[in-house]
């Protein structure tokens, strides 16, 4: 007996099903049964569930207490396989792989939609295009084809596996949600803000901070509108470009101060004020919806509400239920860590080796125990922070550690060439050839929140194909820092399904997840088992990712009743 089965919802609210063979085709005949959680359900032998997305069949599961241990997205894998043919935009619905299939007109992809409030459904449901499932299992065969003409077939396979598996994570962390006490927003709020005006004005605080500044510049000004700041600093006989933080604080000037107060609550208002509590937070939980894989590093995003950026100080919110802990755990140096794993530096390796501060160790070795030093050039070689000050940096840490800066250079320069570059696992960074502006869209990629603050240039920012076709340095840079993120990426998505396999028998819930940090919701008597979990978890994503290597994932880790003593 088969445990590969394939699933697909029918149109008229049942369902289809079917065994597969080892070659991906039907190896039974397809099925149709009335209840979408009945068949699975009855089913608990199948190993891997092959559907269109998981995003349209998994919610529904959960809603009826249903959990499948592993998944095969259909959609999830074309993406990947697109972008690894050097395809990258082109539709990724089940529809467009069948027309290709078949040499017919490929189907644009539906339009994605914003996330509502308190929503669960999924991201394509509405307007996605059904397929049979017989049309389904001809593209997933078809699938396995191509992984199999991939540069490495078994890291492809790996990586699609563990996207899948991120799949099945992002849905039920929007199950859970994040634990949120609205009373203590409320209260955080109030402290910030002062007291709310009828009509849904700015609060005190702001009303007063923009008294101080028009008051500073001697005529009312507008701090919420940049060009009237601009415009009265102009005014005032100085020259600024933008009202971005770090650029009004180097000023002199009386409206600086109740500025860049200002601009902070402002922001805090607007993004995480009374609107987005009411909006966002039900029955004591915090619902973004995490889209897996939502960026072209793979990195995480969340689709409305702003669940990436919640300020410090809001964190104060989020609370464990009585009697349970949040178990917070960041990676550490997980950057530096990845490039030695995916170089193969010995160097570096040795140093990643240990569990204690990397860019301590690196700086004994090439910095004269600069640690601040090593530091800038090991982040200026990932992010491409080459000249002046960064030139020299990396200068002496290619002498140290010469095929991990070698392989971030090469990187760059196939990036500059318009060339396909892969992660360790083979997710690929499109060439600037054929890439349009709002390729990201168009390939279902959202384009993450970014806070009103956010440092121009900041490396952390994602790239837009279209931008490579003008600018090949940007986009070499980009490449740079694609290799590392990316791969960290797919550590991260590995280092999930683990965790998710460990947390399986228990209570524990995973509910946070962004880049480098994951939070565990359980009871207290669990907590130390959740830390065991994720250690081990890390370790064996390690393996699986790298390969056996000396390099080693720590976190730190705290056990908390709220997320803001984490830090």
């Given at each position: 007996?088969?445990?590969?089965?394939?699933?697909?919802?029918a149109?008229?609210?049942?369902v289809?099903?079917a065994?597969?063979?080892?070659?991906?085709?039907?190896?039974?005949?397809?099925?149709?049964?009335g209840?979408?959680?009945?068949?699975?359900?009855?089913r608990?032998?199948v190993a891997?569930?092959?559907?269109?997305?998981?995003a349209?069949?998994?919610?529904?599961?959960?809603?009826?207490g249903?959990?499948v241990?592993?998944c095969?997205d259909?959609?999830?894998?074309?993406?990947?396989l697109?972008?690894h043919?050097?395809r990258y935009?082109?539709?990724?619905?089940?529809?467009?792989?069948?027309?290709?299939?078949?040499?017919?007109?490929?189907?644009?992809?539906?339009?994605q939609?914003?996330?509502e409030?308190g929503?669960?459904?999924?991201?394509?449901?509405?307007q996605?295009v059904h397929v049979?499932?017989?049309?389904l299992v001809?593209?997933?065969?078809?699938?396995?084809?191509?992984?199999?003409?991939?540069?490495?077939?078994?890291?492809?396979?790996?990586?699609t596996?563990?996207?899948?598996?991120?799949m099945?994570?992002?849905?039920?962390?929007?199950?859970?949600?994040?634990?949120?006490?609205?009373?203590?927003?409320?209260r955080v709020?109030?402290?910030?803000?002062?007291?709310?005006?009828a009509?849904?004005?700015e609060p005190?605080?702001l009303?007063?901070l923009?008294?101080?500044?028009?008051a500073?510049?001697?005529?009312?000004?507008?701090?919420?509108?940049?060009?009237?700041?601009?415009?009265?600093?102009?005014?005032?006989g100085?020259k600024?470009?933008?009202?971005?933080?770090w650029?009004?604080?180097?000023?002199?000037?009386?409206a600086?101060?109740?500025?860049?107060?200002?601009?902070?609550l402002?922001r805090?208002?607007?993004?995480?004020?009374w609107s987005?509590?009411?909006?966002w937070?039900?029955?004591g939980?915090?619902r973004?919806?995490f889209?897996?894989?939502?960026t072209?590093?793979?990195?995480?995003?969340?689709?409305g509400?702003?669940?990436l950026?919640?300020?410090?100080?809001?964190?104060?919110?989020?609370?464990?239920?009585?009697?349970?802990?949040?178990?917070?755990?960041?990676?550490?140096?997980?950057?530096?860590?990845?490039?030695a794993?995916?170089?193969?530096?010995p160097?570096?390796?040795?140093?990643?080796?240990?569990?204690?501060d990397?860019?301590q160790?690196?700086?004994?070795?090439a910095f004269?125990?600069?640690?601040?030093?090593?530091?800038?050039?090991?982040?200026?070689?990932?992010?491409?922070?080459?000249?002046g000050?960064?030139?020299k940096?990396?200068?002496a840490?290619r002498?140290?550690?010469?095929?991990?800066?070698?392989?971030?250079?090469?990187?760059?320069?196939?990036?500059?060439?318009?060339?396909?570059?892969?992660?360790?696992?083979?997710r690929?960074?499109?060439?600037?050839?054929?890439?349009?502006?709002?390729?990201?869209?168009?390939?279902g990629?959202?384009?993450?929140?970014?806070?009103?603050?956010?440092?121009?240039?900041?490396a952390a920012?994602?790239?837009v194909?279209?931008?490579a076709?003008t600018?090949?340095?940007?986009?070499?840079?980009?490449?740079?820092n694609?290799v590392?993120q990316?791969?960290?990426a797919d550590?991260t998505?590995?280092?999930?399904?683990?965790?998710?396999q460990?947390?399986?028998?228990m209570?524990?819930?995973?509910?946070?997840?962004?880049?480098?940090?994951?939070?565990?919701?359980c009871?207290?008597e669990?907590?130390a088992?959740?830390?065991?979990?994720i250690?081990?978890?890390?370790?064996?994503?390690?393996?699986?990712?790298?390969?056996?290597t000396?390099?080693?994932?720590?976190?730190?880790t705290?056990?908390?009743?709220c997320?803001?003593?984490?830090?």
């Amino acid at each position: 007996m088969t445990d590969r089965w394939a699933l697909a919802p029918a149109e008229d609210g049942g369902v289809e099903v079917a065994p597969l063979g080892p070659d991906g085709l039907l190896a039974g005949p397809v099925r149709r049964e009335g209840d979408l959680a009945e068949a699975v359900r009855g089913r608990p032998e199948v190993a891997r569930w092959v559907w269109r997305s998981t995003a349209e069949v998994y919610p529904r599961l959960l809603a009826t207490g249903v959990r499948v241990e592993r998944c095969y997205d259909i959609e999830d894998a074309e993406l990947l396989l697109l972008g690894h043919e050097g395809r990258y935009g082109e539709p990724r619905s089940a529809a467009a792989a069948l027309a290709r299939l078949h040499g017919g007109p490929v189907p644009a992809d539906p339009p994605q939609r914003s996330a509502e409030p308190g929503s669960q459904s999924s991201l394509f449901e509405p307007q996605a295009v059904h397929v049979p499932l017989a049309d389904l299992v001809e593209v997933y065969a078809e699938q396995q084809r191509r992984h199999d003409r991939t540069a490495s077939p078994e890291r492809m396979r790996l990586l699609t596996a563990a996207e899948s598996a991120g799949m099945l994570v992002a849905a039920e962390m929007n199950r859970a949600g994040l634990p949120w006490s609205a009373e203590v927003h409320r209260r955080v709020l109030h402290e910030l803000l002062g007291e709310r005006y009828a009509g849904g004005g700015e609060p005190r605080r702001l009303a007063e901070l923009a008294d101080e500044v028009s008051a500073a510049f001697g005529r009312r000004v507008r701090p919420d509108l940049p060009a009237d700041v601009i415009k009265a600093f102009a005014q005032a006989g100085i020259k600024v470009k933008s009202t971005r933080r770090w650029e009004i604080e180097s000023l002199d000037h009386p409206a600086v101060k109740p500025l860049v107060e200002y601009k902070k609550l402002y922001r805090i208002w607007v993004a995480h004020g009374w609107s987005w509590l009411q909006d966002w937070v039900r029955e004591g939980r915090f619902r973004p919806e995490f889209l897996a894989g939502g960026t072209v590093t793979g990195r995480w995003v969340t689709n409305g509400g702003g669940g990436l950026q919640i300020p410090k100080v809001i964190r104060r919110a989020v609370v464990a239920d009585p009697g349970w802990r949040l178990v917070v755990a960041d990676a550490d140096q997980m950057e530096p860590r990845v490039l030695a794993a995916i170089s193969r530096d010995p160097g570096l390796m040795e140093v990643a080796g240990r569990e204690s501060d990397l860019y301590q160790s690196v700086s004994d070795r090439a910095f004269s125990g600069d640690r601040a030093q090593a530091k800038l050039a090991v982040l200026g070689a990932v992010y491409g922070q080459t000249s002046g000050d960064g030139l020299k940096n990396l200068a002496a840490l290619r002498r140290r550690f010469p095929r991990a800066v070698a392989y971030v250079d090469d990187a760059a320069r196939a990036g500059e060439e318009g060339r396909l570059v892969r992660t360790w696992l083979g997710r690929t960074c499109p060439p600037a050839a054929g890439a349009t502006d709002g390729a990201g869209d168009e390939a279902g990629i959202p384009v993450p929140d970014a806070p009103d603050d956010a440092a121009e240039g900041s490396a952390a920012q994602e790239w837009v194909p279209g931008y490579a076709s003008t600018n090949a340095r940007a986009r070499g840079r980009f490449a740079r820092n694609f290799v590392v993120q990316g791969s960290a990426a797919d550590w991260t998505l590995l280092l999930l399904a683990a965790l998710r396999q460990a947390c399986a028998d228990m209570a524990a819930e995973l509910v946070f997840f962004q880049h480098d940090e994951v939070i565990v919701h359980c009871p207290e008597e669990e907590a130390a088992t959740v830390v065991t979990a994720i250690r081990e978890a890390a370790e064996l994503a390690g393996r699986l990712t790298f390969g056996e290597t000396p390099v080693r994932f720590p976190f730190t880790t705290a056990v908390v009743e709220c997320y803001a003593d984490a830090r």
